[in-house]
């Protein structure tokens, strides 16, 4: 029969284990939130800036037809052609940004995450900072 000080430090041991075992399933956790809001990310820049690219820059909606307005006292031009060129390419930068700001706050637990999670975090990082070198040459 283990005396008082055996079994409190068999106590221990076992809450030290429990708590690595714990720790380590947060850091399994971390690994997969990181890995798809990285890819998730990602994708959002790629879709926005190849609907850009498929347009040519140029997504305007409308018909063109511009009118003259007067008011009384002043006049107006106003057309009802509506571009959403830069609200597209915005979401591209803003996801690509996002996506190298999530990566890099990863970076110092790098080395414990899985191999594929590591992989995605990194391969979508060096993809959104070519999405965002590509966006401001393209546009």
Known sequence: MPDETEQAYIKQKAAEGALAELIEAEARAFARRAALSCLVLCM???MAFGLCLVSGFDL???D?????????????????VVDVTLLVAGIAAAAFAAN????SGTLPSLRRMRQ??????ILTVIGSAAGLVALVVAG
Do not use: C, E, P
């Not at 063109?64 to 009802?80: E, F």
């Open 44 to 46: 959002v820049g790629v």
């Open 60 to 62: 305007s909606f409308g």
């Open 64 to 80: 063109g037809n511009v009118a003259m307005r007067n008011d009384g006292s002043r006049v107006s031009a106003t057309s009802s």
């Open 100 to 103: 190298l700001i999530v990566g």
């Open 116 to 121: 594929s999670s590591s992989s995605v975090v």
